[in-house]
């Protein structure tokens, strides 16, 4: 398996077995605590109403 992370300089292929579990956990990490698509509509609609 292959990871690829993509950084505002450039991007890195991760293809150790170690490294590419820590990666996979940290995406699945991040996904869980996302905004679903239509809470973050209702976030972003927030906060473009604040004066």
Not at 17 to 45: C, H, I
């Amino acid at each position: 398996m292959v990871a690829y992370i993509e950084t505002d300089q450039d991007g890195l292929y991760v293809e150790e077995p170690e490294k590419f579990n820590r990666y996979t956990l940290v995406f699945d990490r991040l996904q869980a605590a996302a905004l679903s698509v239509e809470d973050s509509y209702g976030f972003m609609e927030a906060l473009t109403a604040q004066p």
